[in-house]
């Protein structure tokens, strides 16, 4: 008995032979049939099929398809899985491009993360280097490592979320041996440190060494349970080898520094991929630069880690980076990541980013790049571009990241199209919505990125503030009739106090008001005490000594010429 499936089959499949019988007699071509190819969904930008062999496919295929579908018996879709991803997250781009936070000074908010993360990759970004220092919320006995304004689980999980919606790929980093000042600062690890009376460096041999940092990398790791790589720092590890245990186990280990280092570097990084299958590790490349490939292929650290090589100058030493590359290919490491600085290497206190210095660095890098087919056996893993915001834990911050968003908008085009050229600039000005001049170190125009506020309020306050005081301070009734010596004996002639009242008060009352607004710029981005540390450093000193001209000349005017008296507060 005919069903009426069978019978909608049927005259389907009647449809279908006029309808192809038709096609294949008509010989008429429109001309925007001409134009049409048959293209994969996913390849939109490559270069289709010629047009003739496009329709020749076409045929075939429309008549097949609707033959095959008339025929083929009735299977029940496949249920779709609640919660899973519709599109997948592409994170196996080679060579890499990863943008590195540091988070030990000046953390920015969340909210503003979530409005530089598609920034990022618009720029060309593949993922974001995590260096979190005391911004993680650890918990248990390491609470005592947080920050005052350090990020809940709630923040971290909104942060990967915000990574995923970008397509960035997250890679967390955990000092394991260097640069934990903000660990051994607290009395509690005192012990623990490899120079008793300095906070930098770990002491390897120390039972409770190995514990802490364990510790300290398996929160981390499970708040990042996606994560393909992890990053355990462990460079300029200050001062190895100068504690009473370090200098016994040099004395029976014919001093070889080198080989305390691997020992402990082998048994965090075996630590962390046994933790957690298919993980991969990095890390910093100083401390094995001195160390001969063949005592690094004894450690076995080439089976577990992947070196990452950073160079931050201006004119970089491309010989020595490739030299650096053939002594790790020789040490057994299968890849290698470099790592260029987009802001944050250049001055310990650098206010504001020098544009060419970092072009400069990311072209030198970029000719390293291009001469990897020289090592055809290791395979070059990505890039991190570093953006330093301290130098370490104890020392000022160097430039914010809203400055240094057009210097990583150029370095990353750079890296994109392999030159900062007229591509690269007229990709970057769309973006950014202002245009980088290199030559002038600023990007004129407007901007419409985020943060572009505190961009430009930085910029006045760099080359406007110090100098406008000091031509203040240099006014001649100031420097003759207004010193520090006339204000602390409240000794002045109101006449000379006249010639330069009405001055300083209309240059205070401007800069009071620009201040409170950049105050306000900079609370919506970051915590108080960034806020707090960046006024201190770059404002107060000047305001200060504003205010106090203006208080003193104010009290002194009052006296009417008087002897002199010493200052009362």
């Known amino acids: 008995m005919v069903t009426k499936r069978q019978a909608l089959r049927a005259v389907v499949l009647c ?48 008549i097949n398809y609707f033959v095959n579908w ?60 995590l260096e979190y220092e005391d911004m993680f919320p650890y918990h248990g006995n390491l609470t005592i490592l947080r920050s005052p304004y350090a990020y809940s689980m709630e923040d971290i999980e909104e942060i990967k979320s915000l990574a995923k919606l970008n397509k960035l790929e997250l890679i967390p980093l955990v000092q394991v041996f260097g640069h934990l000042e903000f660990v051994l600062k607290h009395e509690r690890y005192f012990h623990l440190r490899e120079v008793r009376a300095f906070p930098n460096s770990l002491n390897p041999h120390h039972p409770g060494s190995v514990a802490l940092v364990k510790d300290m990398v398996s929160q981390v790791m499970d708040c990042h349970p996606d994560a393909r790589w992890f990053h355990m720092g462990a460079d300029e590890v200050r001062g190895l080898g100068e504690s009473k245990d370090s200098k016994n186990w040099l004395h029976s280990n014919k001093g070889d520094v080198g080989k305390m280092f691997l020992n402990h570097a082998v048994s965090l990084a075996r630590f962390i991929t046994e933790r957690r299958s298919g993980v991969r590790v990095i890390l910093w490349d100083d401390m094995l630069r001195k160390i001969s490939p063949a005592t690094i292929k004894e450690s076995g650290l080439q089976d577990l880690a992947s070196p990452t090589i950073w160079n931050y100058l201006k004119k970089m030493d491309t010989d020595g980076i490739g030299t650096l590359i053939s002594r790790y290919h020789e040490a057994g490491f299968k890849g290698v990541w470099f790592a260029s600085a987009f802001k944050g290497g250049t001055g310990i206190d650098q206010r504001w980013t020098p544009l060419d210095y970092q072009l400069q660095n990311h072209l030198s890098w970029i000719k390293v790049m ?155 981005i970051y915590f108080p005490d960034t806020v707090e540390e960046w006024m201190e450093e770059n404002v107060n000193a000047n305001m200060d000594l504003l205010r106090e001209n203006a208080r003193d000349a104010e009290r002194i005017l009052k006296l009417n010429g008087q002897p002199k008296s010493l200052k009362t507060l």
């Not at 590195?100 to 974001?128: E, N, T």
């Not at 000091?470 to 010596?485: N, V």
């Not at 000379?496 to 009242?501: A, D, H, M, R, S």
């Open 15 to 62: 449809l279908v032979l006029v309808a192809a019988v038709k096609l294949l007699l008509s010989e008429y071509r429109t001309e925007r049939k001409q134009k049409l190819a048959i293209m994969d969904p996913g390849s939109f930008w490559h270069q289709g099929p010629n047009v003739k062999e496009a329709v020749t496919v076409h045929k075939s295929e429309v």
């Open 70 to 129: 008339a025929q083929k018996p009735e299977v029940p879709e496949p249920p779709v899985e609640k919660g899973a991803d519709t599109v997948p997250l592409e994170t196996s781009k080679v060579p890499a491009r990863i943008v590195h936070l540091d988070l030990k000074g000046a953390a920015p908010k969340v909210k503003y993360m979530k409005q530089i993360f598609p920034l990022f990759s618009s720029l060309g970004a593949d993922g974001v280097l």
């Open 370 to 524: 291009n001469s990897m087919t020289k090592y055809p056996n290791i395979t070059l893993h990505g890039i991190l571009l570093t953006g330093w915001q301290r130098f370490e834990h104890h020392t000022v911050l160097c430039e914010l990241l809203p400055v240094g968003i057009p210097s990583l908008a150029m370095c990353l085009q750079s890296l994109k199209h392999g030159a900062f050229d007229e591509k690269a600039k007229m990709e970057a000005h769309h973006i950014l919505g202002c245009n980088i001049k290199v030559e002038k170190d600023i990007c004129e125009g407007s901007g419409a990125f985020s943060g572009s506020q505190i961009y430009h309020m930085v910029f006045y306050i760099h080359t406007n503030l110090q100098k406008e005081v000091e031509a203040l301070m240099k006014h001649y009734h100031i420097k003759g009739g207004f010193s520090r010596y006339h204000r602390k004996y409240n000794f002045a002639n109101p006449r000379i106090i006249g010639f330069f009242q009405g001055r300083l008060k209309k240059l205070l009352d401007k800069w009071e008001t620009y201040i409170e607004n950049f105050r306000m710029e900079m609370e919506g």
